[in-house]
């Protein structure tokens, strides 16, 4: 049997630059599923998203979504790109075995908690307080550039990873401190500086961006201390959940989360198309 992509409306260019069209999977010519190609909004023409991905029941688990799959690749070598990135809901089992089985890295992941109506204490001697703005400005310089770094370590070129960093701090925090919905905070022990927490403060949750201890202070339980900080700013302004991304690799912080009772909701994969 043959399977094939038949595309089912043209190439679509959109009002951010860009791509995107839409397929039929075909079995000898019959339609068994849909398949959903784009270019990314922030790396650009070079690099392809694999936007959805179905089935139909009476034809999975005999191989249809794999050979799709690979026929997406060779539509978006077509497009020019270098790198086809995806997410997988991690709940989705089957689609996490085929993105591992055709060679797909996961990236980073997406973490959630459920909260309750009490905010954590943070340990005795432990505090947090607003960022000041003599500090803003070296920590977003730092955030920026170790932002980038956790990107071009996972396959991302430097250019394309200092681009989006700066294109997603400018977007998040276009008012500096000042932007509504956003705490930066300062972890102090004793009175002493120890690290840093970047949360926001969403509608429908809260979401860690960014904690950081400051490299003289590591291995002391501040982590978990700034964690418990994000959680008890949470509660505080009324949010029920938290969640966060953790770039894989990163050991220590995924122990940190597993422990605190977070638990992977997303999986962000990418292939490099050579």
Known sequence: MTTTLR???PLQAHEDETRSRRFQVCV?????GAIHLGTHPVFGDAVAQLLDLRIEEPDRRRGRATV?????EEVVRGWGCRRIEATVPADAGPAVRLATALGYVVRNRNMAKPLGATPPRLPEG??????TEEEFGPW??????????SWIQRGVPEAEARAKSETDHARLLPDGLATEGMAVSVLEHEGTPVGTLWLALREDGAFVFDVEVDAAHRGRGHGRSLMLLAEAQA??????????????GNTPAER??????YTTTLYAVYKQLV
């Open 235 to 248: 509660v505080a302004a009324g949010r029920r959940t938290i969640g966060l991304n953790v770039f894989a």
């Open 256 to 261: 940190l989360y597993d422990s605190l009772g």
């Open 7 to 9: 595309p089912t409306e």
């Open 126 to 131: 432990v505090a947090g307080r607003p960022m």
């Open 140 to 149: 977003l310089a730092q955030n920026k550039k170790d932002y980038a770094r």
């Open 68 to 72: 799709a799959a690979l026929a997406a």
């Open 28 to 32: 000898n010519g019959r339609p068994v």
